[in-house]
């Protein structure tokens, strides 16, 4: 069992874009959960993050206020909303569990899947 990402594409700047991620149970369900994502030539970088129960969530600089993270614990995904797109978004995006201090942004495990492509057009 695997992390699978889905949901991107094309789509211009100010459009909006809703990702999934489905996760093995044994992690998802232990675990807090998070988005990274990795831009051309860049390293890859936290994005957000959700706690357990859904409860508590983090968010990077760059998305804060345009991004929503959420999960449904019956179907072991994780979605994160992206509305307000920027070109500067343009990323492979990637889910993983995360470390429980949400203000880290630091994944759990080293083990990724092939993650979403997000392209946004200016």
């Known amino acids: 069992a695997q992390l699978v990402e889905s949901g991107g594409g094309l789509v211009q700047a100010g459009g909006s874009l809703r990702l999934s991620c489905a996760a093995p149970?044994?992690?998802?369900?232990?675990?807090?959960m998070g988005w990274f994502r990795q831009a051309p030539g860049r390293e890859r970088e936290f994005v957000a993050a959700i706690n357990w129960s859904g409860a508590n969530t983090n968010y990077a600089d760059s998305v804060k206020g345009r991004f929503t993270i959420s999960r449904d614990n019956t179907k072991n995904t994780v979605y994160l909303q992206m509305d307000s797109l920027e070109p500067e978004d343009t990323a492979v995006y990637y889910c993983?569990?995360?470390?429980?201090?949400?203000?880290?942004?630091?994944?759990?495990?080293?083990?990724w899947g092939q993650g979403t492509q997000v392209n946004v057009s200016s």
């Open positions: 149970t044994r992690l998802f369900r232990a675990n807090a």
């Open positions: 993983n569990a995360i470390n429980p201090l949400l203000r880290i942004g630091r994944p759990l495990f080293d083990a």
